[in-house]
C-alpha cells in the first residue's frame, strides 16, 4: 500500500489508534505517556487517502542513536507494509541526521503473547536484533526486551 508521508506532530491521531489496539496498548498510563510524547518529539505520520493509518515517534538520546518511543498502524492495514515503510523513512530520517544506531523497546518473549509475538517477529523482519531483556524497566510482569538496528 503506497503511503505519504507527514512530519509533524501527531498527537490525537496517534491516541486514537493506540485506543484501537489495546492487545499492545492496553495500559492506560502508559497510553497517556506515549500520547504525551508525540505531542513534543519528532513524529512521522503515514496518510493514505487523507487518513492517517500509521504513527511513528522518535525520541533522540544523543547525536549517535535513537529510538522509536511508540509506533502503531491502523489495526485493518496490519501487514500491508505501512509499518515497514515507516521503519525506512524513520531510519533514512535519522541516518541524514547522522545517526548511527536505532532501538525500540518492546515486550520481552519471557511473558509469552502471541501479539508481542508477531511485533517481535515485525522487528527482526526489519532488521533489528535483540540485545536484552530486561525486568527493571516496566515491571516484572512485562519484561522489556530493547532491540538495535546499526544504521551505518
Known amino acids: 500500500m503506497d503511503v505519504e508521508f507527514i512530519a509533524g506532530r501527531w498527537a490525537d491521531e496517534l491516541e486514537r489508534l ?16 506515549y500520547v504525551e510524547a508525540a505531542r513534543t518529539l519528532p513524529s512521522l505520520a503515514a496518510v ?3 487518513a492517517v493509518v500509521g504513527v511513528g515517534v522518535v525520541r533522540h ?19 500491508q507494509g505501512i509499518g ?5 523513512r524513520l531510519e533514512g530520517d535519522l541516518r541524514e541526521q547522522g545517526a548511527l544506531l536505532l532501538q525500540v523497546k ?27 531483556e530486561r525486568s527493571d524497566i516496566w515491571d ?4 522489556c526486551l530493547i532491540m538495535v538496528k546499526p544504521l551505518s
Do not use: C, K
Not at 84 to 88: F, K, M, V
Not at 107 to 130: D, L, M, N, W
Not at 140 to 143: C, D, K, Y
Open 61 to 79: 538520546h544523543n547525536p549517535h542513536s535513537a529510538e522509536i518511543e511508540v509506533m502503531a498502524v491502523r489495526r485493518d492495514l496490519h501487514r
Open 48 to 50: 493514505h487517502d487523507d
Open 140 to 143: 516484572a510482569e512485562n519484561p
Open 106 to 132: 518492546t515486550r520481552g518473549p519471557s511473558a509469552p503473547s502471541s501479539e508481542y509475538g508477531r511485533t517481535r517477529a515485525f522487528y527482526e523482519a526489519v532488521g533489528f536484533i535483540p540485545l536484552e
Open 18 to 33: 493506540l485506543g484501537d489496539l489495546p492487545e499492545w496498548f492496553g495500559i492506560e498510563a502508559s497510553v497517556a505517556s
Open 84 to 88: 515497514r515503510q515507516l521503519i525506512d
